[in-house]
């Protein structure tokens, strides 16, 4: 069965068939127009016969009318006709037989008995049993027709016998033998039987046994068979072992000869038309028979053509499946179209082979600069540690390539990126170095240079000006380093390490920082903590609470705005300082749900504090996310809805770092905010080292001095300088000073003196919760209780 579901078994299938069905439609076509053509000869063969025999039989009566015509008009045997002369007449008729070779002559009366005859054996029924033929007698007009006698057939001659009218009638008769019945159609191939009509149609058995009268040509076993075989030919076809048709005969009415005694067929042999016929179809199947093996061979032969190439072809591509690509067509098809089906499978394979390898390049190297990929050094450092060799993993990042890509674009900043690649190949080898993100690459080292050495052999490649289109570029680095086999035992250990390691160096600002024992635990704990942040947020089940630190007005001496500070209270590690979780929230993109949480519960508490009387501005601290973030926009627009709330009532504080990251950007938020009518604050002045000429661009309301600035003002110089000119900047900016970290009274008049507007610091107050603060404003001394609305 699989054969014939194959190509080449549907193909040879498909030929035989229509070989079968043509060959059918032909032979078909053939042998029944042959059949149509030998039954058209069989019956022109007979036709011809039957005129044949009528010329025959009507010659032979002819002679035998001539033959009596001469002996009924001799006058002597008239006169013994009327004399009833028997022994004459017996006489006469037998001289008169033997001179025209008659085998038979007789005399009938006028009642139709035999007066004399030439045969003493003679018999007859007691008068002529056929009156019609008697009467034509007699009324002087002669007959002739086929008679048995004595268990003879003969062709009698009947003439009157005038004297002057007719005394009597003439017999003639000539017995009808094979020679005689031969002759009677000499001019056709077809045989002649004459048969008594009686002995017509019995049983073959009964037939041979009944001792019938015939004459015939045929031999006597055929003669049953003549005289039962259908006038044509029935069909031409016979099994084998099977008895054909063997005669055609027409069955002749012997009245057209005078009487029905006498049955007539012409019959003709069909066993030559048999034989040829069987020749024919032995050599048409022989013929067949050839044409059918030359079909199965030539198709065989063309499918193997085609289908060869084509098992082959399915053989490569299980082969181009598995990623083998090699070429296994070495020879040209035979077929056109099967050669442009293999080369255009080559065409695909070399194809799907460049592609492939370009694919796999991409996945295993940077398309930018060509290094490794991540997962590429990771399958390289597996393969170190498979062997077991010492070597040091060090984790790289750029520091300033962020402010080069936004300031003067990123296909600077690509250039960039290459020429660190190069420096780092050239310090390592192109496998040993891979860029892991934007601006961080890993690089190992297998050499014996300590850590110290090959930080600062880095730095120093690292660190050389780089010069694109006429602009000089330097970019600095923060490295983590650790170590296999004795810092680390996997490749997930190896560069979670190191990307601890690069994490420390970064947040202390120092150029490189290899792995120690115990990093890996500070670490999971600072996981720990930004998983317990999120809960808490999630599940608002208290951990998180809302503190709330007074400020002053100088001038007034009023506490006229306080600022919301997030604190949090673990249930297992206690109070997380807030510096600690909101520098994670904000690394780890958790600020926004930070703030989402903060400035729905400051906003609800600014509703309480009003509905005790007391009307104060409450500052918000916002992150650079923050600013951005659309849902914090819409959450700040839906609450003030809610709680009925003035955006005057709310300060936001962006810090001077945030603010500087992208001055475009935050000009174009802080002016979205400012026109809403949210004040804006600037918080952190003085660490940022911002340029003033941006610092004046923004559109804020109040600039906040970092508490770094003021903690030793009283006894510090260089801060009561760096302060007081600050203070003097931000008037003439139009902006209102706010000094935080204010802890003693020394430092709170020096602000004073100084101009400073207000102040907040321990000092003043600490931070604390709306309640306390609340209490805070009953106990406070009317003047400093800030804004009072009925």
């Known amino acids: 069965m699989i054969f014939f579901k194959s190509l080449r078994g549907q193909i040879l299938v498909f030929t035989l068939l229509v070989f079968c069905f043509s060959v059918g439609c032909v032979l078909v076509l053939v042998f029944s127009s042959m059949n149509s053509s030998i039954r058209s000869s069989v019956n022109s063969d007979i036709d011809e016969a039957v005129n044949s025999l009528q010329i ?5 009566q002819e002679q035998l009318i001539q033959n009596a015509e001469v002996l009924t008009s001799d006058f002597g045997f008239k006169q013994a006709v009327a004399m009833a002369d028997k022994a004459t007449l017996s006489s006469m008729l037998s001289n008169h037989g033997q001179r025209i070779n008659a085998e038979l002559m007789f005399i009938l009366d006028l009642s139709g008995n035999i007066v004399a005859s030439s045969a003493y054996d003679m018999t007859w029924q007691i008068n002529f049993p056929y009156e019609t033929l008697l009467n034509t007698a007699l009324i002087g007009e002669s007959f002739s027709s086929f008679f048995v006698v004595d268990k003879k057939i003969y062709n009698i001659v009947f003439l009157p016998i005038k004297s002057p009218r007719v005394v009597a009638i003439a017999g003639i008769g000539s017995e009808v033998t094979e020679s005689t019945a031969r002759s009677l159609i000499r001019n056709s191939e077809l045989e002649i039987t004459f048969i008594r009509t009686a002995d017509l149609f019995r049983d073959p058995i009964v037939f041979s046994r009944s001792s019938p009268v015939f004459v015939s040509t045929l031999a006597d076993g055929e003669i049953f068979e003549a005289t039962i075989a259908p006038e044509n030919i029935q069909s031409l076809f016979r099994l084998p072992f099977q008895q054909g048709q063997q005669f055609a005969s027409r069955y002749l009415d012997s009245s057209d000869f005078g009487t029905t005694e006498v049955s007539l067929f012409l019959t003709e042999n069909l066993s030559p038309i048999y034989q040829r016929f069987e020749e024919l179809v032995n050599n048409i199947l022989i013929i067949t028979f050839v044409l059918l093996v030359l079909t199965v061979l030539g198709s065989f032969t063309i499918a193997r053509t085609y289908t060869e190439p084509l098992i082959r072809l399915l053989k490569t591509i299980k082969k181009v499946a598995t990623g083998d690509y090699e070429d296994q067509f070495q020879f040209k098809a035979k077929s056109i179209e099967i050669d442009g089906l293999i080369t255009g499978f080559r065409k695909m394979t070399s194809d799907l082979d460049q592609r492939e390898k370009h694919i796999r390049y991409q ?14 050094f990771i399958q390289i450092l597996n ?4 062997d077991n060799e010492y070597f040091e993993l060090i984790g790289i990042n750029l520091t300033g ?3 080069i890509n936004d300031s003067l674009g990123m296909d600077i900043g690509d250039d960039c990126l290459r020429v660190v690649a190069k420096r780092l190949i050239e310090i390592a080898g192109d496998e040993h170095v891979s860029r892991q993100s934007a601006d961080e690459f890993m690089l190992i080292s297998t050499g014996q240079d300590t850590s110290e050495n090959l930080a ?16 000089t570029l330097t970019v600095g680095c923060r490295m983590g380093i650790t170590s296999y086999p004795d810092r680390a035992s996997d490749v997930h250990q190896l560069i979670r390490r190191v990307s601890i390691a690069l994490e420390y160096s970064s947040a202390q600002n120092l150029l490189f920082y290899q792995y120690k024992d115990g990093d890996d635990q500070a670490h999971l704990k600072k996981l720990t903590i930004l998983k317990d942040l999120r809960e808490a947020l999630r599940n ?5 609470q809302m503190f709330y630190q007074p400020k002053m007005n100088l001038v007034t001496g009023n506490i006229e705005k306080a600022e919301a500070l997030i604190r949090w209270f673990h249930p297992i590690e206690g109070f ?7 520098d994670l929230a904000e690394k780890t993109g958790v600020i926004s749900l930070v703030t989402n949480w903060v400035i729905r519960r400051v906003m609800a508490d600014i509703k309480k504090l009003q509905s005790s009387g007391v009307y104060i501005q409450f500052s918000i601290n916002m992150s650079a996310q923050d600013l951005s973030n659309e849902h914090i926009r819409k959450l700040l627009e839906t609450c003030l809805e809610e709680h009925d709330i003035s955006p005057t009532d709310i300060c936001l504080e962006i ?7 992208d001055v475009e950007k935050s000009l174009s938020l802080l002016s979205y905010y400012r026109e809403i009518g949210f004040l804006l604050s600037i918080d952190d002045y003085g660490i940022g080292y911002s340029a003033l000429s941006k610092l004046a661009l923004m559109p804020v309301n109040e600039l906040k001095i970092d508490k770094c600035f003021i903690l030793n003002l009283a006894s510090n110089k260089d801060d009561q300088i760096i302060v007081s000119s600050t203070i003097k900047m931000a008037h003439e900016m139009g902006l209102t000073v706010v000094a935080e970290g204010v802890e003693d009274q020394t430092s709170l008049d020096w602000l004073k003196n100084a101009g400073c507007d207000m102040i907040q610091g321990y000092y003043l107050a600490r931070p604390m919760s709306l309640s306390s603060l609340i209490e805070w404003f009953e106990h406070l001394e009317r003047p400093k209780k800030g804004l009072l609305r009925s």
């Open 56 to 60: 025959g039989v009507h010659n032979h």
């Open 363 to 376: 996945s295993s190297h940077d398309l930018l600069t060509g290094l490794n990929s991540r997962d590429s």
């Open 383 to 386: 393969e170190k540690i498979s």
């Open 401 to 403: 390539f962020k402010q």
């Open 456 to 471: 600062e052999m880095i730095f120093s490649a690292l660190s050389q000006p780089m010069l694109f289109e006429d602009v």
């Open 540 to 544: 608002d089940d208290g951990q998180l």
């Open 576 to 582: 997380i300082p807030p510096d600690l979780f909101i």
């Open 655 to 661: 810090t001077e770092r945030d603010m500087m990251v």
